[in-house]
């Protein structure tokens, strides 16, 4: 028999239809085909068998449709009959998917919004941000910075063939000064390649030689509609002054779009910067860094392989320089990071343009949407073997009827699919409701526009029918088992192995649970800690006025004297750098006794008179700063205890001791208690508080001392912009900018909460639909127990015991992961709770109680009823 | 009782004819033999299936060959309602003919 039908054909043809008459009929097309093989030749016969494929096919195919489509019509009409007999079991069943899938749907819109970031630019997937390790400068508990030398750009670019685009752009903040009208504004210096690497729409102007021009500037269209509202502002000027710098005048080169909000660097203007008097210095000088560098390798080249010629690069330049040529081992290393990652992966990076979003949210949250999903899925089948008791009739006559496995298992899948589908669009519902709230708290803009997108449908719709198929699947595979004579002929109840797995996913349920508490605990008593905390600083009603403007500081003597008059102001002060945030560190070498080649690395914060007193920090020896005795010729310093044991003083050793820093040469008059003047994730680090002349200052610190809080700010801005007409008048208050800084653990809190409140919900409704399950099976039972004397109370502790024992069961599950994860999270802090029993206990008591409500709503109710109703139904 | 179309009278004929080798392709044989026009498979299987519904024909599976690939035939016989329908269309067409000259066909 070598010649055979062809096979393709013959696979189409078999494939069609399955019963007994056409298999004879294949059987006759073969026998033909081959009795035309002999009499016509192979090529006929091939093309009589094709013909034939032709000729049955699309009548089988809408055949084989319209009956499944009849099938399915079936399973729809049997679905929704058993949906409107069982309301509750409905309602659990749609609205606890629901709630599943609206936490997937929005963690996974969070979670493509962060992934999202700087995407959009053309060449993102070959732009890389050259970062450097630099050893022994180990700042806020990293040695790795985002910073690199200004030269490094056009020298990359200059030295390597691989380099395609090269460019760097430094943060600034600007006084733009356009008809007698300042605006301080944020904004970036660029140079070199930057609109070839980043790519933005452009409105006006040519993106490939704005930045050419020295005094170029390039607005946003935001930017350039406040500066000249709908004039052109093509070829205008505008005078652009540093803060604390000199003024110049720059031209209009450009107007592009606002930068998308996922892009992990914000601003409102771009200019050259060739015209300041660093930029020559800058190109020569390679230890300074203060700029970002990027580079758009060529297609093909291998960022690994590229990043391993960065240290001989660096080599060659860098170490020439004289700092290095001194200090060979502080070297900096540099390596690449990919653009894309730049958002969620810098962590550990120091000086990022702007917060950053972290992975491990990412991660957290992937996992927190998959649980909530995983724990509405199992409500389902959980329910559903359930309710397989009352079904497996059912079962029984379609199987004797005639059903195979594979038509009951279609059955019951489609029938979970068509919950899963109803709970979408509830699900959409209220995800349109509540976007704006969530977009809120994760701070990122979530747009509900998404629903326009057929991706989203298509998403929807696929996670809708994997969960349908998940969730689904338990009792399709396990009611189409059953054996149909012996479900019609002995009830048969499901068995122990179904009641150990429903039991099982009871109590995976509530252990998911109660972990998710435990975090939710662990976050909110660290968040109240941070904010009940003592950092050893007084922050409450302290206003921070910040402002560049020289006039101000020079008439700053004037001001404070005019303030204090206000009854309404205690003190008055001012401070170089924001005294919640005190980040800048110098490196010092001269003070008493210092031995050659001593160094140490010390935070510094200079700031006025009545500093110490306005923010009640405490001074355990010595003396504060004092204007009664100030000398012109010795700068005054306070050092801290952590400083001290640095230095090797005592406390009282140390007062009268020489000191310098920042060129500064003086004493140290006081020491000050140590206090958190960074975050509660640092430790305390050696600081020194250098009493300074107001010209560098940044801050006006106001404390205000009664309540009348509006009256008094509206006061200190006419009195402020008195003294400096046409600059902007921005403060904060100290307490707010410190919650700022723990605004991603607060959000994480309210977060957690929300998850937490929600996969209770969810984990209860499953409880709650079981419960009723489980009593309503047992009504006989009560009724004859209640009839041979039970008391009302020895059948509610009957029916709760077995249910109360699972969540005791996932308690002791629950434990020791959430111990686990929440010891991992507090590593962050340097200062954090402990974690105290009474966390864990009180989320065990808590799921206890909810449990307990639950399962007594339902038990209750059955153990109140007259046995007399359940008993004389048969 | 409807009078059996031509193709029918045939195909019932050729299942006669054939008995136990009564399947598709020796049908479709037979009645290329008996008339003039060449027959496709596919062209015998609607009537085979429109007369073993009516009842006059009925099929039962038989054994598998090689050169079908291993698949059955399906063998036709004639049902006494079959028969009854054959007698009935030779009936009619001995009436219809009676009288009817030799001489016509000379």
């Known amino acids: ?874 | 009782m409807k009078l059996l179309t031509r193709t029918e009278e045939f195909i019932l004929l050729a299942v006669w004819k054939l008995q136990e080798e009564a399947y598709s392709i020796p049908i479709q044989e037979k009645l290329n033999e008996i008339s003039d026009k060449e027959w496709s498979l596919g062209g015998i299987y609607m009537p085979l299936e429109r007369l073993e519904k009516r009842g006059q024909l009925k099929s039962y599976l038989s054994e598998s060959t090689p050169e079908r690939g291993g698949r059955h035939k399906r063998i036709y016989k004639l049902t006494p309602d079959g028969k009854r329908a054959l007698r009935k269309i030779y009936e009619v067409q001995q009436t219809i003919w009676a009288g009817i000259p030799q001489l016509m066909f000379g």
């Open chain 1, 1 to 874: 028999m070598a010649d055979k039908p062809p096979k393709l054909a013959e696979k189409i043809l078999s494939k069609l239809q399955y019963d007994d008459v056409w298999k004879t009929t294949l059987g006759d097309f073969e026998e033909y085909y081959q009795h035309l093989l002999k009499k016509l030749g192979k090529a006929e016969a091939n093309k009589w068998y094709w013909k034939q494929v032709l000729r049955y096919a699309p009548s089988k195919i809408i055949h084989r449709l319209y009956w499944s489509a009849e099938m399915f019509k079936n399973y729809l009409k049997i679905a929704l009959r058993s949906l409107k007999k069982q309301k509750s079991y409905s309602f659990i069943n749609i609205f606890g998917l629901a709630i599943g899938f609206t936490c997937f749907v929005m963690i996974g819109l969070f979670i493509q919004y962060e992934l999202s970031y700087d995407t959009f630019h053309e060449q993102s997937d070959r732009t890389y941000r050259v970062v450097a390790k630099q050893p022994g400068n180990e700042y806020q508990g990293s040695e790795w910075f985002a910073l690199t030398p200004t030269a490094m750009a056009a020298t990359l670019k200059r030295d390597f063939p691989e380099v395609e685009h090269a460019t760097y752009f430094g943060l600034t903040k600007s006084l733009l000064t356009v008809n007698n009208n300042t605006y301080n504004e944020s904004g970036l210096i660029a140079d070199g390649d930057f609109f070839q690497i980043f790519s933005y729409r452009w409105y006006r102007g040519n993106p490939y030689t704005a930045l050419s021009d020295p005094n170029a500037i390039i607005l946003t269209r935001t930017m350039a509609q406040v500066l000249f509202g709908d004039e052109n502002p093509i070829g205008k000027s505008i005078d652009q002054e540093y803060v604390n710098g000199k003024e110049t005048t720059k031209t209009v080169t450009g107007v592009i779009a606002d930068p998308p909000k996922n892009s992990h660097f914000s601003f409102k203007f771009i200019l050259n910067d060739q015209t300041t008097p660093y930029y020559k210095y800058n190109l020569q000088e390679w230890s300074n860094t203060n700029i970002y560098t990027f580079i758009t390798l060529n297609d093909g080249v291998e960022s690994e392989q590229f990043s391993k010629k960065l240290p001989g690069f660096a080599d060659t330049y860098i170490a020439a320089s004289d700092y290095y040529q001194n200090n060979p081992d502080k070297l900096p290393i540099h390596t690449l990071q990919a653009l894309e990652d730049v958002h969620l992966k810098s962590d550990y990076l120091n000086f990022n343009p702007r917060s950053t979003g972290d992975i491990k949210y990412v991660y957290m949250f992937s996992i927190i949407a998959l649980i909530i999903l995983l724990i509405a899925c199992v409500n389902y089948m959980n329910l559903s073997t359930a309710r397989s008791l009352t079904r497996a009739k059912e079962v029984g006559v379609r199987k004797v009827v005639g059903a195979f496995r594979s038509n009951l298992m279609m059955q019951f899948i489609s029938e979970a699919v068509i919950i899963s589908l109803l709970s979408i669009i509830v699900a959409t519902c209220i995800i349109i409701a509540f976007l704006p709230t969530f977009s809120e708290l994760v701070g990122r803009e979530l747009t509900s526009q998404i629903f326009l997108s057929w991706k989203f449908w298509a998403f929807a719709l696929s996670t809708s029918l994997l969960a349908g198929i998940v969730s689904g699947s338990y009792p399709a595979f396990y009611l189409s088992k059953l054996k149909p004579a012996l479900i019609l002929k002995s009830q048969q109840r499901g068995g122990k192995g179904n009641t150990l797995f429903r039991n099982l996913l009871v109590i995976v349920q509530f252990t998911i649970t109660i972990v998710l508490l435990i975090g939710s605990i662990v976050v909110f008593k660290q968040l109240d800690y941070i904010q009940s905390t003592d950092t050893g600083l007084e922050r409450e009603r302290v206003v921070a006025i910040s402002t560049t403007d020289s006039k101000l500081w020079d008439s700053y003597e004037t001001l404070k004297s005019e303030l204090l008059k206000n009854p309404s102001i205690q003190d008055v002060s001012s401070s170089q750098f924001d005294p919640i945030y005190m980040s800048s560190r110098t490196t010092i070498s001269e003070w008493d006794g210092v031995t050659e080649g001593e160094e140490l690395q010390i935070y510094i914060s200079p700031v006025g008179f009545d500093f110490i007193e306005m923010l009640d920090i405490e001074i355990v020896a010595g003396r504060s700063f004092d204007e009664e005795l100030y000398r012109e010729t010795s700068t005054d310093f306070l050092v801290n205890e952590a400083a001290l044991s640095e230095l090797g003083w005592t406390k009282n050793e140390a007062i009268g001791k020489s000191f310098s820093a920042w060129g500064n040469e003086g004493t140290i008059v006081g020491i000050v208690k140590d206090f958190n003047f960074l975050s509660l994730y640092q430790q305390i680090a050696p600081l020194t508080i250098m009493l300074t002349n107001q010209n560098n200052q940044r801050y006006v610190l106001v404390k205000i001392s009664d309540s009348k809080i509006q009256n008094t700010l509206a006061l200190l801005e006419a009195s402020i912009k008195e003294i400096s007409p046409g600059h902007p008048f921005s403060y904060s208050f100290l307490d707010d900018s410190y919650n700022d800084m723990y605004r991603s653990d607060l959000r994480l809190g309210t977060i957690f909460n929300y998850f937490t409140v929600l996969a209770l919900i969810i984990a209860c409704l499953g409880l709650f639909g079981l419960a009723t399950f489980v009593t309503e099976q047992r009504t006989k039972e009560i009724g004859i127990r209640k009839v041979l004397g039970a008391n009302i109370l020895q059948i509610i502790s009957l029916l709760n015991k077995d249910f109360l024992k699972l969540v005791g069961i996932s308690f002791i599950v629950a434990v020791p992961i959430g111990w686990y994860l929440a010891q991992n999270w507090l590593q962050e802090f340097a200062f954090r709770i402990s974690l105290q029993p009474f966390i864990f206990v009180g989320a065990g008591i808590l799921t206890f109680g909810i449990a307990l409500l639950t399962v007594s709503y339902k038990s209750i109710k059955t153990a109140r009823s007259n046995p007399v109703e359940s008993l004389k139904s048969e």
